[in-house]
């Protein structure tokens, strides 16, 4: 029952992304594809919505204590680099940050508003997409 609500929580987002290819703030390239056989969370947010930055502390903590999760971390609304790398050090962000522009939300999907999660199975296959906050237990219990 639990899992039909979660199911139910998430709304449909178009998600058309079989492979994305974005840089993470070094310029490391990254791609979907490069993560088969681990689940993928891509999370949307703002370094000022207070949705998003609620849900950080869940995504450290998913990212910290599954080996088996990775997630990416798309900043939108950003004025310049150097703010985003005070952010993700000021809040121990441990996982990949991507800085956020409308060629890497064509590739994933719109959504309506941040957060915008995107749940990827092992496979690469979209599993959940939601707008608006979640939790490491919303996480955990879609991927079981």
Do not use: C
């Amino acid at each position: 029952m639990i899992r039909i609500l979660l199911i139910l929580l998430f709304i449909s987002i178009p998600a058309h992304a079989d492979d994305f290819f974005v840089n993470d703030m070094s310029g490391k390239p990254i791609r979907l594809a490069n993560y088969r056989g681990k689940w993928v969370l891509v999370n949307f947010f703002s370094m000022t919505d207070t949705d998003s930055k609620a849900e950080l502390p869940d995504l450290v903590s998913l990212q910290n204590a599954h080996k088996d999760i990775v997630v990416i971390g798309v900043v939108m609304n950003w004025k310049n680099a150097k703010s985003v790398s005070a952010f993700v050090k000021a809040n121990r962000l441990p996982y990949t940050i991507v800085l956020g522009n409308d060629d890497i939300v064509d590739q994933i999907g719109d959504f309506p508003r941040l957060p915008a999660n995107f749940l990827y199975n092992p496979s690469g296959d979209l599993a959940a997409a939601r707008s608006g906050g979640i939790s490491r237990i919303d996480i955990e219990r879609l991927i079981k």
